[in-house]
């Protein structure tokens, strides 16, 4: 297979450079190992300096809206977080304009949402909240087994049957100026948040659940179907064995289920993800790069790897492989001509652009930008 | 009689406070046991979980041997829901010295220890994960037991005989009237009230905080504090309980217990002011994998899912450094006869394996300062859970759930699972489905079992306990425990801490496996859940 990029890594970092690169007309591939962080995407980009009107378009023509607004949304833990760039899901609360009087809907025996913690919340910011619980029974079929009452099988009743959820919650209604529902609609059909919005007399937040992302899995699928139409080849559930290189360029790849048959190109594109992805791998002396060997920036004593204290930055949460200006990976000090390196695989070495979903979103863009002038 | 008077006031939530007030309250007695933090938060909820056969004590330890052995089988008896059965072998390997085996062999049977050698080959069939290099190999009637089950089965049995339990109360003093302690001061840690208790005996058993406690009363206890780290592997690697025939030394015990298995452990003294706050270094965690892996090369390659150090409540004896050497004997002090204050009992020293006996040897002093002439009957009764019919007969009862969810819940529970026997699908959704506990079983552990937070919550139903150690389920009993309670804040406070104790047991450890599960933490927590 000749290709122009090929992009290891699946998720939202290699996703939008693909979809670029295609959008660019190169010829690209993505090998994804399985699922990733986009599964527990919260819905909401908090680390993003300036609009990136790119990542918009690119969103927009997969079908995914994003709005930019500053302000801070509701948490499932009934926290408020700042949020700058959003799903259209995740509704914004602009400074001052918090829900007064709020109904918070829970499906009767579901654990994974927080509705005494988000009236709670709401109250402590002074609304007043009601929590009523409903019943749906076409999901009653989920209790069958202990384990199904779960965000991503309540959702794949509710494309079905959400104008029921829509009934009940206006047979509840009273003088609420908001109605707070759970983050379990719209996982193949992306219009239902905005049906379920037009069609209740009071504004509607979605908060989230305990994972998997409903919004999140559907922004994988919908990018991903993005770039496929777009002419891309998206390989599931492979993984990158080895790496042929030719002095400072990567020649091929070797893959699970293409052996012997090694994948070329001009240009590779390292989207990993950090530790829980196997972009980055850990024993009790090192932290390493499994797949090329590139350098890592990360502190030596294992004893400094860590807070004691869970809440506070985590030094290990820093480490990431080292780039150069252009995001080119370096390996032994010097930088790998054709290896750009996108997402959380680059953990803070490059603070000028944020971290997690921002990150994946900014040096993706500027990597296919690079590749693309090429 | 007032309602803060009572017969004897029990100090210490441990095992062995627990079964004292257990026997103490079978006796006919007014109990009250204080305790400033939650059950087995001490020496009890931090060591192997091992029902020692006492082989590894009867070359340099008879008496103790000869204790444990007889405990071991009245456990097997008493709290049958609580143990498992598993036997154990006493390995030796290349390096060590064979003939030691000799004298093993002789002085388990002089204590009255079933010990058996036999074949390495035949040791290997029994226990596959056994080094394979072995060239001994000494069967012996080891099991493993589940101390956290363990403690609150005694405690609930005080209170089915009218004890009274106070949880998270600290004795701040006691209320003395010259050479008589006539009760004590109290200051809960939840509530922030003081209290007044008052019995004409006091029993300390705070184990190695006991010296404080003693201390406190106006007399003396050398206590040596000797900790001990050990390491929680994610699956189980073995099935019989795998030891070193060799003199006692680091990580030469391997157990297996419900999912997991257990090697330690270490053994450092520590000055007395950080026994509150042991942690596990580096250097333990080295050490107690390489030595781990001799006995199950498995080790080397298996998942590690938390670090723990406990302290031993040894009593000093001479100037041994490495504290290997005391006796691991049973220490009861009648503090009249001793130091001439009235109303005032001390037991410590022992172990786990012994709590029992220990119990007995403390009420039995309790009983002779109030002139009471009551039998011991808890080597005969058993415990809330071990009852007959058998637990395993109570498990085929309980139709509504799974098999592994019935299994799981009557294992914890005994023969008390029967209550799950009408839960309808609402209780027997997954809390935790790591360790298969329902939202039944977490609202009865939150009504019946004196739970006031996550953790309590983990010590009791093992909810928490499994390969993600509290991921998500963590999140679905802090809502369970919010509604209980009726307090969002305190729960959400609670979760923080719940992490930050997860943690604690994760970063000693934190590298593959556990770094990524620990990345996805706090991903999952900070950026989507907001906590």
Not at chain 1, 70 to 77: D, Q, S, V
Not at chain 2, 81 to 86: A, S
Not at chain 2, 160 to 185: A, N, P, W
């Amino acid at each position: 297979m000749k290709l122009d990029t090929v992009i290891i890594g699946g998720g939202l970092a290699g996703l939008t450079a693909g979809i670029s690169l295609q959008k660019a007309g190169k010829k690209t591939a993505i090998i994804s190992a399985g699922q990733n962080a986009l599964h527990f995407f919260s819905g909401s980009f908090e680390s993003m300096q300036e609009a990136p009107e790119r990542a918009i378009d690119l969103f927009e023509e997969a079908g995914i809206r994003l709005h930019y607004r500053e302000g801070a949304r509701l948490m499932p833990m009934g926290t408020f977080r700042p949020a700058v760039l959003s799903l259209e899901d995740v509704s914004i609360f602009p400074e001052g304009q918090l829900p007064r009087r709020a109904l918070v809907i829970n499906f009767t025996g579901y654990h994974d949402f927080f509705s005494s913690f988000i009236a709670e919340g709401l109250e402590k910011a002074g609304a007043s909240c009601r929590i009523r619980f409903i019943r749906i029974d076409e999901m009653e079929h989920l209790r069958l087994s202990p384990s199904e009452m779960r965000s991503v099988h309540i959702a794949r009743v509710m494309d079905k049957v959400w104008e029921k959820v829509v009934q009940e919650v206006r047979i509840l209604l009273k003088d609420e100026d908001t109605v707070i529902l759970p983050q379990v609609f719209g996982l193949k059909d992306a219009s239902v948040p905005g049906k379920i919005r037009a069609n209740i007399p009071a504004k509607v937040v979605f908060v989230g659940t305990l994972p998997p992302s409903v919004p999140g899995v559907r922004t994988q699928q919908l990018l991903r179907r993005r770039y496929e139409l777009l002419g891309g080849t998206y390989l599931m559930g492979d993984e990158v064995l080895s790496a042929t290189l030719d002095g400072d360029r990567v020649t091929g790849l070797t893959t699970r289920n293409l052996q012997g048959h090694p994948i070329t190109a001009d240009h590779f594109i390292l989207a990993t993800g950090g530790y829980f992805s196997k972009g980055l791998e850990s024993n009790p002396e090192h932290v390493w790069e499994p797949l090329f060997g590139l350098d890592v920036e990360a502190l030596e004593d294992r004893n400094d790897w860590y807070e004691r204290d869970f809440a506070k930055d985590q030094p290990y949460l820093r480490f990431g492989v080292k780039t150069d200006p252009e995001l080119r990976a370096l390996k032994d000090g010097k930088p790998l001509r054709n290896l750009y390196v996108a997402g959380s695989i680059l953990g803070a070495t490059r603070e000028d652009m944020g971290i997690g979903g921002g990150l994946a979103l900014r040096s993706a863009l500027a990597v296919a930008e690079t590749i693309a002038k090429d | 009689m007032k309602p803060n008077e009572f017969d004897v006031i029990i100090i210490g939530g441990g095992i062995t406070g627990a079964g004292t007030q257990r026997d103490c309250a079978m006796r006919g007695l007014r109990t009250l046991l204080i305790e400033r933090s939650d059950i087995a938060t001490g020496a009890t909820g931090r060591n192997h979980g091992l029902l020692h056969s006492g082989a590894r004590y009867a070359v340099n330890d008879a008496e103790s041997a000869e204790e444990c052995i007889r405990e071991n089988m009245i456990l097997r008896r008493i709290a049958a829901h609580c143990v498992e059965e598993t036997d154990g072998l006493f390995i030796t390997l290349p390096e060590d010295d064979l003939a030691y085996q000799e004298t093993f062999i002789a002085s388990c049977l002089k204590a009255g220890i079933r010990a058996e050698r036999i074949d390495p080959a035949e040791a290997r069939r029994l226990e596959p994960s056994v080094n394979p290099e072995l060239i001994g190999a000494v069967k012996v009637p080891d099991g493993s037991v589940d101390p956290f089950r363990l403690c609150a089965a005694n405690m609930l049995d005080a209170k089915l005989h009218g004890g009274q339990v106070l949880l998270y109360t600290e004795v701040t003093g006691f209320i003395k009237e010259g050479d008589t302690i006539k009760g004590v001061r109290t200051y809960n840690h939840q509530t922030h009230e003081e209290g007044e208790y008052y019995a004409p005996v006091t029993v300390n058993a705070c184990g190695i905080w006991g010296q404080k406690i003693a201390e406190m009363a106006g007399v003396k206890i050398g206590m040596f504090p000797a900790k001990g780290a050990l390491l929680i592997f994610a699956h189980r690697v073995n099935n019989v309980v795998i030891n070193r025939c060799r003199k006692p030394a680091n990580a030469d015990i391997l157990v297996p217990g419900d999912t997991v298995c257990v090697i330690g452990t270490t053994s450092t003294r520590i000055p007395f002011e950080e026994c509150d706050t042991v942690h596990v270094t580096p250097d333990e965690v080295d050490l107690l994998i390489t030595e781990g892996a001799k006995l199950a090369p498995a080790l080397n390659s298996t998942r590690i899912l938390r670090a723990y150090a406990g302290v031993r409540p040894l009593v000093s004896a001479d100037n041994d450094p490495s504290g290997r050497n005391i006796s691991r004997g049973i220490v009861c002090l009648d503090h009249e006869e001793r130091d001439g204050l009235k109303g005032f009992i001390t037991i410590t020293g022992g172990k786990l394996m012994t709590y029992r006996l220990m119990a007995e040897m403390a009420t039995d002093a309790v009983c002779r300062k109030l002139s009471v002439n009551r039998q011991c009957e808890t080597a005969t009764t058993p415990l809330p859970g071990s009852e007959k019919p058998s637990y395993k007969e109570v498990a085929d009862t309980i139709w509504a759930a799974p098999t592994t969810v019935q299994k799981a819940a009557t294992g914890r529970l005994g023969t008390r699972a029967a209550r799950f026997k009408d839960n309808d699908r609402y209780d027997s959704a997954l809390v935790c489905e790591c360790e298969e506990v329902s939202v039944g079983e977490i609202n009865a552990a939150i009504e019946r079992l004196d739970v006031s937070n996550l953790t309590d919550l983990r010590r009791r139903t093992r909810m928490g306990m499994g390969t993600c150690q509290g991921e998500l389920c963590a999140c679905r009993a802090a809502g369970l425990l919010a509604k209980a309670h009726g307090c969002v804040e305190r729960e959400r406070e609670d979760l923080k801490d719940f992490l930050n104790e997860r943690w604690k047991g994760n970063f000693p450890i934190g590298w593959g496996d556990t770094l990524r599960e620990a990345e996805y933490t706090q991903w999952v927590y900070k950026h989507v859940l907001g906590v």
